[in-house]
């Protein structure tokens, strides 16, 4: 007998069909004699209409009620899927996060699990009953619903599938695996077989969203082996798991993309020490992000431009915080939100010189203009032109023979 984590997606379960189909998986699943907990996802669309409800209210809608509210979404599917499933006969239950409960910390919309009572999930297992679990969120040690960031029922199946001890991980999505960029964005993507922990989240912290960043790191963290899959063919998933059994002939293994980012210039700025760190330690401060930076070194000597780049989200306040900062003169403060970041991932470019010349020759000849880099041993990320990224993504996938 097998101990089986199953996660399902918002589009995996969009529709009632579409639940009605999940439920036959499960069904299928449960007859071979394996016990089954499902972690769903809101219906497809659900959680941004949730936020647009609140945002009717307030841009600053209160964050405790907000996580109220977005926690709804995954409630609904829970008992669909618990009653889609009874229809099958098929013992089933659905379990809230305060009902378990499923614990978290931190701040709300963006906690973290950090445990969950297993009792009487684990004596329905045994009585031969079908766990639901909504994913996305928990309880904060003062009872309150929390939920744990934007497409966090990855980050709930993985916690699940680890405090459970689970056998096995699989992430039922609409899209056939992982693939060497997004599939529908770019028809010639190709699915990728098996892929290491650093690779993957690498590729998921940088726009590949089809598994959630702080998931995968928790598997890599625990050694959970999850599987991607699709909840709508029978093909083969991509497995992710460590990164002893993979093949790293190829150089680059992946191709990702994100639209969150925005680039800010200080233009005349002193050039002297203590500059940099009088511009970067409010916005730490503020819980502002900075990635990228990039300083201009004058020919005078006196003066000096420094860009970085930070979350869209932040622009607003980041550009408050440098115009309330009484410790920094400057001629001007320039902004461009409309840039996006395209990044190469792969393990082997640790052991295959010139890649990065190579993605900069193949930018160039696509007439894309560079507006920062960052590097990490296995990535290599450029912000660019918000307009050229769907060029920068189809050239990169070719010449580093993705296609
Ligand atoms: P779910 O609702 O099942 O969690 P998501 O929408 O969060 O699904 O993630 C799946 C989507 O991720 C796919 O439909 C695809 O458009 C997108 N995606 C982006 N990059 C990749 C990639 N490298 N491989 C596969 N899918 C990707
Ligand atoms: N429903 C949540 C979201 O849309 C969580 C998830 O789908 O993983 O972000
Ligand atoms: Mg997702």
């Not at 394996?34 to 841009?59: H, R, Y």
């Not at 004596?123 to 009953?129: A, I």
Request: with cysteine; charged share 25%; aromatic share 4%.
């Amino acid at each position: 007998m097998v101990k089986k984590v199953l996660k399902f997606g918002g589009t995996s379960v969009g529709t009632i069909e579409r639940i009605q189909h999940v439920a036959k998986i499960i069904q299928k699943e449960h007859s071979s004699g394996n016990q089954v907990i499902a972690v769903v996802s809101a219906m497809a669309g659900k959680t941004n209409e949730l936020i647009n409800l609140s945002k009717n209210i307030s841009d600053n809608f209160n964050k405790r009620e907000l996580d109220v509210l977005m926690s709804t979404g995954e409630q609904v599917t829970s008992a669909l899927l618990a009653g889609a499933l009874s229809e099958l006969e098929i013992k089933a239950k659905s379990w809230l996060n305060w009902q378990i409960p499923i614990l978290t910390e931190g701040e709300h919309t963006n906690a973290r699990i950090v445990n969950m009572n297993i009792k009487k999930i684990d004596t329905y297992l045994t009585e031969k009953g079908v766990v639901i679990i909504p994913g996305f969120q928990g309880i904060s040690k003062n009872a309150d619903i929390t939920t744990i960031g934007r497409g966090g029922s990855d980050a709930t199946a993985v916690a699940v599938a680890k405090i459970l001890k689970a056998d096995s991980c699989e992430i039922y999505t609409d899209v056939d695996g992982v693939f060497s960029t997004d599939p529908n964005k770019i028809p010639v993507a190709k699915k990728i077989d098996q892929i290491s922990y650093d690779e993957m989240l690498e590729l998921s912290s940088v726009g590949a969203k089809v598994m959630q960043s702080s998931a995968v790191q928790t598997a890599m963290l625990y050694n959970i082996p999850l599987e991607v899959k699709s909840t709508f063919t029978n093909r083969n998933g991509t497995r992710i798991f460590d990164e002893d059994n993979i093949d790293y002939s190829k150089s680059v293994t992946g191709v990702a993309y994100s639209k969150d980012d925005a680039k800010v210039t200080i233009t005349g700025v002193e050039d002297k020490p203590g500059v940099a760190a009088n511009i970067f330690e409010p916005l730490n401060k503020s819980q502002i992000n900075v990635d990228m930076v990039i300083q201009n070194i004058s020919s005078d000597q006196k003066k000096t431009d420094i860009s970085f780049t930070i979350k869209r989200e932040d622009l607003l306040k980041t550009l408050d915080i440098l115009k309330k900062n009484k410790n920094i003169k400057y001629e001007n403060i320039i902004h461009n939100e409309k840039v996006a970041k395209v990044s190469i991932v792969g393990a082997g470019m640790v052991s295959t010189p010139g890649i990065t010349y190579r993605m900069f020759r193949a930018l160039s000849e696509e007439k894309i203009n560079i507006l920062a880099i960052s590097t990490s041993e296995i990535k290599l990320s450029v912000i660019i032109d918000e307009d050229n990224t769907l060029n920068a993504v189809k050239k990169l996938h070719t010449i580093f023979e993705l296609d």
